[in-house]
């Protein structure tokens, strides 16, 4: 299962507030051996929200969204998902019921707004306010607070995808290319792909003081050996270097 983030908001994009979620998520998920595949970063504008909403929407992927599910007129995520999956926004019953057990009669006329959600919505709890969020299908909405929505992501994590754990590549191995170039190196890259689809092969090459390319791979261990065999001879018959560590740059 691929997982995806959404982080929602345009104070992110101006920069009147950095975005803490990605860090966090990606800590939270590696702790159960599993990584990101994608991020996504976007406003509240709705043509671009319902646009982004509508490629995660149409895949499998397990997808976790922070911000815009509040009720004031630049949080739109509820209604644009609504919109995508072409179903109602209605009142969700266990959500007005937290919202009224929180709040009670001060829940009217604007909290209750934040009630509704697309209908098939199932709620994140919120220990903090209990206004809840939402999942619908594998996606789930949460706010934009990281005080509110990271004890509902870890929620979600232990309460609904236990068992999901180490899809991460369970081994990876990085060697550093000295005296080399990237493009000298690109056929055995391209037979590495070939022979072996299922590694994650990168090469990043270094402008440093000493320049380098640090080439890792990433996968079964039995596999990234033998590809590491292919290219190390790819590498000896260029006449390049290789190491296990990085070149000292001081």
């Known amino acids: 299962m691929n997982i995806g983030a959404l982080i929602i908001g345009d104070e992110i994009l101006s920069g009147k507030r950095q975005d803490r979620h990605f860090n966090y998520l990606q800590s939270a998920l590696a702790k159960r051996g599993l990584e990101l595949s994608w991020t996504i970063i976007v406003g509240d504008e709705p043509e671009q929200l319902q646009r982004f909403l509508a490629f995660s929407l149409a895949s499998n992927d397990l997808v976790f969204s922070f911000g815009g599910i509040g009720a004031t007129p630049d949080d739109r995520t509820r209604q644009s998902v ?18 009224e057990s929180q709040y009670g009669e001060k829940a009217y006329p ?21 206004v809840p969020g939402f999942s619908f299908h594998h996606h789930h909405f949460m706010p934009g607070f ?5 004890p509902m992501l870890e929620w979600l994590l232990d309460n609904n995808y236990s068992d999901l754990k180490n899809l991460a590549p369970e081994s990876e191995q990085v060697i550093y290319i000295t005296k080399g170039r990237e493009s000298d190196l690109l056929t055995v890259m391209q037979q ?23 080439f890792s791979l990433r996968g079964k261990q039995e596999h990234i050996e033998q590809a590491m065999l292919m290219l190390k001879k790819a590498i000896e018959q260029a006449k390049f270097t290789w190491s296990n560590h990085p070149p000292d740059n001081n």
């Open 82 to 99: 609504a919109k995508v999956a072409e179903v109602p926004l209605l009142p969700h019953p266990e959500a007005v019921a937290e919202i």
């Open 192 to 214: 590495i792909t070939i022979n072996f689809p299922e590694l994650r092969l990168s090469s990043l090459p270094n402008l440093g003081k000493n320049t380098h390319i640090e």
């Open 110 to 130: 604007n909290r209750i707004l934040m009630a509704n959600f697309p209908e098939g919505s199932r709620i994140i709890p919120n220990p903090i306010n209990r």
């Open 146 to 150: 990281p005080e509110m929505s990271w």
